[in-house]
């Protein structure tokens, strides 16, 4: 039984069909990536996973569909994403701003933090301490996320994600504005996070960042999967070669290569 499947998966915007009945499966313990030219419609999948926007087809966690379920219940459920805006709260330290995700609100919460009672529960602050321990931001909890670099501030937001005890995070373009190295150092971070129970489904631009570290693959085109398959089997398919031609020729061929050889010193 998968993690996490979709069984055609259809968005539509008056007209304009974003989804086209896609099919995906990630299992536990996988690193799958989503990848396809600009406009594919690879956002809005993962706003239609987490209940963000309407669709038909089914969702299903563990066998279970999940369609009705608001986007909080879904995060119940282990479904847990970043955005590819951080929306982090400057005011506040990279240390709350996981608490802000990782503490459930409660309906009593306001009168305790009147009357100065507030405490953050055991289990809470494990969490918080081994998301950032996890993507190696321990040092830095104390401080604001305006002081940290671009890099950073994208690792506090997957570290913010972690907090809330996913079983699955779903990222959308993590690598978006980072250089090489910081994308490098990302990758060896996601890689990292299936021993710790939690599977990663990921889209991002950076082509060498997800052939270099994904299991499987699935190329979205126009709303619709045109390809699947191992990293390997992806960068030589004509159908996907053809869909990125639009954008920068060569693309998938370049990244690949690049990514291949990095291979062995992301994976563990």
Known sequence: MSLLQTTDLTVRFGGVVANDSVNIRVEEGQVVGLIGPN???KTTFIDAITGYVASTGGIEVDGANIRALKPHQR???GLVRTFQSLELFEDLSVEDNLLVAAQPARWYDTILDMLYLSRVPAA???RVDDALELVGLSHVRSQSPSNLSQGQRKLVGVARALAAKPRLVLMDEPAAGLDTAESYELGQKMRTLPA?????FLIDHDMGLVLGICDYLYVLDFGSVIAEGSPVEIRSNPKVIQAYLGESAGTIREAATQALAQTENIQP
Do not use: E, I, L, Y
């Not at 710790?196 to 990663?200: F, L, N, T």
């Open 39 to 41: 406009g594919a419609g």
């Open 75 to 77: 995060v119940a459920k």
């Open 124 to 126: 809470v602050r494990k």
């Open 196 to 200: 710790s129970g939690v599977s990663v």
